[in-house]
């Protein structure tokens, strides 16, 4: 069993930054993909925002954030950051951190809720306008 739990939303206004956390306890070793996903206000879908494999090689965002947030992970500590810099206020919404289980997925379907296994809790962020 793999638990995941987030930390850092928080509030801030249209262009400023937050960083998040996600600390990785329990069966890590098989906690080979981390990603973040965003969950908008009203809406069930969550959106893959960016992910990354255990050794850094498979690193991928989505289209919206390319440029401003930057995905990074400290094995040592088995932590899982999210840069994010020029925040904007669709950027609003609750992230939560995900784990696959033994697994990397492909390059296609790294944003898919159904490639992961476990989930956190998740942090608000609020951007304002």
């Known amino acids: 069993q793999v638990r995941l739990m987030e930390s850092g939303g928080g509030s801030v206004q249209a262009g400023g930054s937050l960083r998040l956390s996600c600390e990785v306890s329990?069966?890590?070793?098989?906690?080979?993909?981390t990603a973040w996903f965003r969950q908008g206000p009203g809406k069930e879908a969550r959106e893959g925002v960016a992910?990354?494999?255990?050794?850094?090689?498979?690193?991928y965002y989505a289209d919206s954030v390319k440029g401003r947030f930057t995905i990074s992970r400290d094995n040592a500590k088995n932590l899982v950051y999210l840069e994010m810099n020029s925040l904007k206020p669709e950027d609003t919404g609750m992230f939560y951190c995900?784990?696959?289980?033994?697994?990397?997925?492909?390059?296609?379907?790294?944003?898919?809720?159904?490639?992961?296994?476990?989930w956190g809790q998740g942090t608000q962020v609020a951007v304002d306008a």
């Open positions: 995900a784990s696959t289980r033994y697994r990397i997925p492909a390059p296609e379907n790294w944003h898919r809720p159904d490639e992961y296994a476990y």
């Open positions: 329990g069966d890590v070793v098989s906690s080979t993909y």
């Open positions: 992910g990354i494999s255990k050794g850094e090689s498979f690193m």
